[in-house]
């Protein structure tokens, strides 16, 4: 049994809007509007933005199997994908490009394989939750999604939403898999869904949150800082901070939002025009004490300062050092909520 687009849409979680062309579906994490801010404001950041973070397929189903038909294209520096399987809270399989594959200690630049890829999964008898976790660094457009003749599908919506604003690590950057991101992490510990915001190489920007999204959200976390303090000057990113919370607490006056100070990394002690890294945090603090709805949540110390907790050896967090993340923020926000 074909499922249609309309079913696909309505199982999704993490998508405000799609595309539908030969019977095949692609979502977006972002509205038009705010696809139209980043085709103008960077073509690479456009790009990123139709990566398919932080969107699941997420149903109830008597179906004894699942068969996935996707398209992957290239819209980020990395090349490994996986769309991660789960019946009843349990990894089951995946459907990637690296399986049987040994990732080197850095593994950012592996040249994987992208295109059309396709995979049945075996969910077992009777019926069962199944939550899919798409590709973070990816544009997925699915092709076909088909269950047994006559099965069940009921959508699964979370009664929480996390909206998630930051730079390439709340992208996913280095996750091997969707599932180990940190922010897919903490949803799952909040019982949320996520809409993804994050771009990998962004700063704070007031343009993005002045362009709203039709939802109300219940937690958002923001972490944006560690580019601002390598790409741009102090009054500029302290400035941009400013609208960027102002807009934001004006859209969502009653979620509980976590400003997510800077993680470690390895050239931290670089001089930039921004000043020392440590101001960043700083900066954070100061400009979000007026907006009592925001807190903030030091970072610094969430990963290891060890380049082994590094995708890259520097910046980017690999599986492990995302566990460390998610543990980090959970003991940090969990009696906040």
């Known amino acids: 049994m074909k499922l249609s687009t309309q079913t696909i849409k309505e199982i999704i979680t993490g998508a405000v809007c799609f595309d539908e062309e030969n019977g095949a579906l692609t979502p977006y994490r972002f509205t038009r509007e705010q696809l139209e801010f980043y085709r103008d404001r960077n073509p690479d950041f456009y790009q990123r933005a139709l990566c398919s973070a932080g969107m699941r397929l997420w149903f109830c189903t008597d179906s004894e199997h699942l068969s996935l038909q996707v398209v992957l294209t290239n819209n980020s520096s990395r090349k490994f994908f996986s769309f991660d399987v789960f019946v009843n809270g349990e990894l089951i399989d995946c459907l990637d490009n690296f399986s049987g594959i040994e990732f080197p200690a850095n593994y950012t630049t592996i040249d994987l394989p ?201 910046l980017h967090p690999n599986d492990r050092g995302f566990a460390h993340y998610v543990a980090h923020l959970w003991a940090a926000i969990a009696d906040k909520l």
């Open 114 to 314: 992208l295109g059309e890829f396709s995979k049945t999964f075996s969910l077992g008898k009777g019926e069962k939750q199944v939550c899919i976790y798409l590709p973070w660094a990816e544009k997925t457009v699915i092709k076909s999604m088909e269950l047994d003749d006559g099965a069940k599908v009921t959508p699964i919506k979370p009664d929480k939403l996390l909206l998630a604003f930051g730079d390439s690590i709340t992208q996913g950057y280095d996750a091997t898999r969707p599932s180990l991101r940190y922010v897919s992490q903490l949803c799952d510990r909040l019982g949320a869904a996520e809409l993804n915001k994050a771009i990998g190489g962004e700063i704070f920007v007031g343009g993005l949150t002045a362009l709203p999204d039709d939802i109300s959200p219940d937690y958002i976390t923001v972490a944006y800082g560690t580019n601002d303090w390598s790409k741009t000057d102090r009054e500029s990113s302290r400035r941009n901070a400013k609208e960027f919370y102002t807009h934001l607490t004006r859209l969502y006056p009653k979620a509980k939002i976590f400003a997510l100070a800077p993680i470690w990394r390895k050239d931290l002690r670089l001089e930039k025009k921004y000043g020392l890294f440590e101001d960043v945090e700083a900066d954070i603090r100061e400009i979000t004490a007026e907006f009592p709805q925001v807190t903030v949540i030091s970072c610094f110390n969430a990963v290891p300062h060890d380049e082994s907790y590094y995708s890259d050896l520097y």
